[in-house]
Each structure stands twice: as C-alpha cells, then as structure tokens.
C-alpha cells in the first residue's frame, strides 16, 4: 500500500487549482453541449454531471442538486464523493447542514474525515456509539483538536478497525509525550502518523519527557512529528516501531532527563526503516553518530538539518559512517546553519572523489554582510526540499559541474536578506513566502526581484514576520497576489499611519477589490478603528486572528457582528489571542442580552478564545 502524506488534501487543492485556472469551464460545457444542441437541463448525461461535480465542494453539490429529484439523488449516492469528506473552515450553521445531511447518512461507508477546527470533533463524535458507527473509516485528520478531547476519543477509535492513518494537529500546549504516544500506540491497525504539537513559551521544553516501557510495540509504518522531541528518547521511540519504514522529526532537541542511549539495553532491528528526515537542534555530532551505528543499517534516504557542532562539516567522518553503517544509502541531503568561521577547507572536502561518484553535489551560500561568519551548506542537484531559505550572498559550489540547479521541488520560500538584482535562482512551484528579515529600502523593485524568482500571482499564503514592515508595502504586495487566501503580519503598520488617509489611496482601493483573503492573523492587538480599516481591505475575510485590547472587545464583537453594515458578512471564525478567560462569560451575557447572535460556540485554548457561529 502506497502512504502519500495527506493525499486528499493534495487532491483538493489539485482540484480547487482547477477551478482557479479554468474558469470558463462551465461556459464551455453548457454552451457546446447544452446551448449549441438545445438540450434541457436533464438531458445531460450522467457523465457530464460527474464532471460539474468535481469543480464543486460536497456542500454545493448537496444543497444545489440533492433535492431536485430522485435521479440527482440516485447520482450523489451512488458516486465516489461520499467516501472522503474533507470538510474546510465553514460557519457553524453551514456545518451544521453538512452533519445532518451529509455525514450522518453516509457514516457507514465515509472512509476519510477532516475536521478543521476544535468545535467540529465534539459534534461529529459526541458519543461512543457514533464513533463505532463509523465502520469503514480508514483516515481520520484533527486538524485543531484538544489534548483532553483526543484522549477522549481514543479508546472508542481503537475499537475501528479499518482506520490505518492519522493526522492530528493539538489545540493546546502538549504537558506529557508519554500520554500522547501511548494514547496513540493503543491503535493496533495504525500505519500512518502524523503529529503537530507545541510546547508552552514559559514551559522548560527540556522538560518534556518520553518514557514509554519497554516492548510497547506499534505497528506505525510512516510517522511525523511536527514538534520538539527529546533527543535522548529517541532511541526509546524506535525500539518502540518495529515496522517502520519511515521517520521524520521537526525538531530533536537536547533534554535534561537522565536516560542516556547506553542505558537502554534493548534495541531493535530496523530492517524496513528506509527514509529518515531529521532536524537536530544543539545536537551533538557523537550523539546522533551512536543512533546512526545502532538503527540506520537500512535507511536508503537521508535528510538533516543542523545548527551546532563543527564535526557534522567534516567529510571525511560522513563518508566513513555511510561506507561502515548505512551500505544502502542512495540519497544523502544535509543542510548546515549556522557558524562557518575558517572551515572552508574541511568543507571542501565534500568535493571528493567519494562524494562526487555518489553524485552528492553541495553548495555554499555566505552572507558576507554579517559579522558572525553565519552561512549555509546545503546539498544540490538535484534539490529535493520543500523549503528553501534565500540569503543575499555570493554562491559558491565546493565542486565543478556543467548542471544548474534545480528548485521544482520548492513550495516555501524564506526570504532571509535583501533580494539581489536579477537574481538567477527561479522557483516556479513556490505557492507559500515568509519573509524573515526587514528590509530599509523596501520599494517597487523587491516586488519585480520576487516577480522574476517566484510567480506572484500563485501565492495562496504570505507571511511578513518583521514588525516594522510599512502597511503601503504590505498593500503594494496585495496588488500583485491576487490568488492569495492567506495573511500573516504584524500589527505594527496599522499602529503608524493615518488609516483614513491610507484608505483613499489607489492601491488600496485596488487591493481591496482584487484580493481573495480568507484567513488573516494579526500579530499585536488592534483597535475598533484598525478592525474597520482591515474589514474594509479584506471584504472576504472568513477567519480573524487577533489581540485586542481588554476594553474594546466586546465593542469590537458588535461591530464584526453588526447587520448595519455588509463589510463582514463572510466572517465566521474568530480567535482573540492572549485574552483573560473571564471574557467567555462577559461575551455570553452580551450575546444574550443583545440578541447578537443565538447560534454560536465558544472556546477558551491556550489563552486564546475562539468563537464560531
């Protein structure tokens, strides 16, 4: 069985891609095959039914074809659509719609289920009769649930016995890794994982500990773990997955327990583990070369990232450990931040005879601007991540070799440094930039540099985290990601301008009207007239999240609320940040009292408070 991670995600978005970029479709099908022919509406084949149905959300397809008689009925029932219902951000009465008619009837024979925010899962499985009813229900994908909820549901989920994967992004800040992974190894069935959890700011992440006794097997194949993990429990979680077949870890951190690798005294055999992508942060090399000597005898696919110790650049210890422990290795991809100094001899060691018959190419970005001797080495041709991180340097390839490189497989690009003129680096698949660095002489030319790296016009996600980013840039941006459905910035713009005078300006009136901004997240707390300003910019806005200040919430709830005015008419998430959580009862009493709203839920998560409605 093929494990692709998140597949229908992939193909959702596959298809809403198609909607984007082929628009006329619907003109061209009921023109030629409707209007030229002179059919009725009826008259069309089953076939052509299909076809609309897949530029079509399942809602759509429900609430515009469903009741119209008994052959669309027949049609929906009987088609493919009902196996897999990955359901997007959507108001509360809309998915309340949805779980009536659509999940509840096809609960028998549904085999995939997203859930994208915390209120979702307490309606769907609010009891352990409805879980069980579930019975062909092999994905199951949290995308905001809840510690305490997950744990809820875990027993009765086990009892599926068809569910082979799991994804499941945590609400709340995690507090035991132990409780987590147990939780989760109590599904015999499992084959794919994937975690994303957090660990609290003021929280020691030294601290959080993996323990899990010895001979406590999963049958997990494909695991990923978006989070800090305890680097010297690594060894405990391997010992634990005898079958697996791929590994990879965001973050494997340096922890204070006292459970050394050599205390362990029982290892496994991992002769199916192939693919291991791990990043090591503060890692010792020796350490990590101890888990290479005990697990990796199999492991064809290798990628690291590193920030610490020199040795990791040292060539000549890499090609001994692959040669003695890893005979199978056919991909080696590493990448190094941090302090270069004067190493540039050991690092061109990686130019070898070794290196090159393997055809294991890496290449040296230095930023020569800074004064801490910070660089990158990374491998090259092919480039094979998903993220690359652009700094304004002076490439130079610790080898000669005829081939340019390749950057298709990019889908995020970090910009660290300022944008050289005429860049030749080209990425034509990135649809996600984070601009990591603030940058004096921000102007029209950093829009043309990234207009000739990256299409602008393909960016679905922009995130700005410099605070001192001017608001005139960040709307001269949105003239040019007209695709755009996600934004992330910093209050501090809105703080520093005349919001009256920005809004008569024309970009800002051109922003507005072309772009497609869902989901925003803003970082500091805004004011009631800064929320009109944003409103006024983002007239497609569905989900806010935000920090306000504590005497202006409830005013500012009237207002995202109000029916006096059409600016928030598609708003229906909302997440105040850093909120005290007294606040619940103060919006429930105004929410009763003012006839607000009747149909609505809220939640109090990690300081934060989130309404739906």
């Known amino acids: 069985m093929q494990w692709q991670e998140n597949d229908v995600i992939q193909n959702s978005n596959w298809i809403k891609k198609r909607k984007l970029h082929n628009v006329d479709f619907f003109s061209d099908v009921f023109s030629k095959r409707i209007y030229s022919n002179r059919y009725h509406f009826e008259d069309l084949a089953n076939e052509i039914f299909y076809e609309i149905f897949e530029y079509l959300d399942l809602y759509d397809i429900y609430k515009g074809f469903f009741n119209l008689n008994q052959r669309f009925q027949n049609l929906i029932i009987n088609s493919n659509f009902l196996n897999q219902i990955n359901i997007s951000t959507m108001s509360k009465s809309k998915f309340e719609y949805y779980h009536k008619n659509i999940l509840l009837p096809n609960k028998h024979r549904i085999r995939l289920i997203r859930l994208s925010n915390p209120f979702m899962n307490e309606l769907i499985f609010s009891s352990a009769y409805t879980i069980l009813r579930f019975i062909h229900l092999e994905t199951l994908i949290f995308d905001h649930i809840e510690m305490k909820d997950f744990i809820k549901l875990i027993n009765h989920l086990a009892h599926l016995h068809e569910l082979y994967s799991l994804i499941i992004s945590l609400a709340d800040h995690i507090q035991s890794l132990s409780v987590l992974f147990s939780s989760i190894f109590q599904l015999k069935k499992l084959k794919y994982c994937k975690i994303e959890y957090t660990i609290k700011d003021d929280q020691n992440q030294k601290s959080i500990s993996f323990d899990l006794t010895r001979h406590v097997f999963s049958p997990i194949q494909y695991l990923i773990i978006n989070g800090d993990f305890p680097f010297n429990s690594l060894n405990n979680l391997l010992s634990c997955l005898p079958e697996l077949h791929h590994i990879s870890i965001q973050s494997l951190v340096n922890s204070n327990d006292n459970i050394k690798i050599d205390d362990l005294s029982y290892y496994i055999h991992l002769r199916y583990l ?10 010792d090399f020796n350490k990590f070369e101890n888990i290479i000597k005990q697990f990796f005898d199999y492991v064809e696919i ?5 920030n610490s110790d020199e040795k990791y650049l040292n060539a000549k210890l890499w090609q001994q450990l692959i040669i003695s422990y890893m005979p199978y290795l056919r991909i080696f991809d590493m990448k190094y931040q941090g302090s270069i100094g004067n190493k540039y001899d050991i690092i061109k060691q990686f130019s070898s005879s070794f290196w090159i018959e393997k055809k294991w ?10 004064t801490m001797d910070r660089g990158v080495i990374y491998s090259s041709i092919p480039y094979r991540r998903k993220d690359y991180m652009y700094y ?28 050289k003129d005429h860049c030749l680096k080209c990425f034509p698949n990135v649809n996600q930039l984070i601009f990591t660095l ?3 002489d921000w102007n029209d030319s950093i829009v043309r540099n990234l207009n000739c790296m990256i299409s602008l016009e393909q960016l679905t996600k922009i995130v700005l985290e410099p605070y001192r980013i001017p608001l005139e840039d ?5 003239c040019f990601t007209s695709n755009l459905h996600t934004l992330q910035f910093h209050t501090f713009g809105l703080h520093h301008n005349n919001l009256d005078v920005v809004r008569r300006n024309y970009a800002f009136e051109y922003a507005s009207k072309i772009n497609k901004i869902k989901s925003l997240i803003l970082h500091g707390r805004c004011s009631l007239n800064e929320l009109e300003f944003i409103v006024n910019l983002f007239p497609q806005l569905k989900c806010l999240e935000t920090g306000m200040n504590r005497t202006e919430i409830q ?3 009237r207002f995202l609320l109000s029916k006096t005015h059409n600016k928030t008419q598609h708003l229906f998430y909302l997440c105040i940040a850093y909120t005290p959580k007294v606040c619940i009862k103060e919006i429930n009493v105004m929410m009763k009292s003012e006839n607000l709203l009747k149909n609505y839920s809220i939640k109090y998560i990690n300081s934060n408070l989130y309404l739906w409605w």
């Open 438 to 440: 603030f940058f004096d």
């Open 392 to 419: 304004w340097a002076s490439d130079e390839q610790l080898y000669s070799h005829n081939q340019e490189e390749n950057f298709n497989s990019v889908n995020h690009l970090f910009i660290c440094s300022k944008i």
């Open 361 to 370: 190419f890496f290449t040296h970005e230095h930023d020569w601007k800074s």
């Open 274 to 283: 192939k693919y291991v992508s791990f990043k090591l942060n503060s890692i």
């Open 555 to 557: 005013q500012i709830i």
């Open 302 to 306: 290798l990628h690291l990232t590193m």
């Open 474 to 478: 960040i709307i001269r941006l949105l």
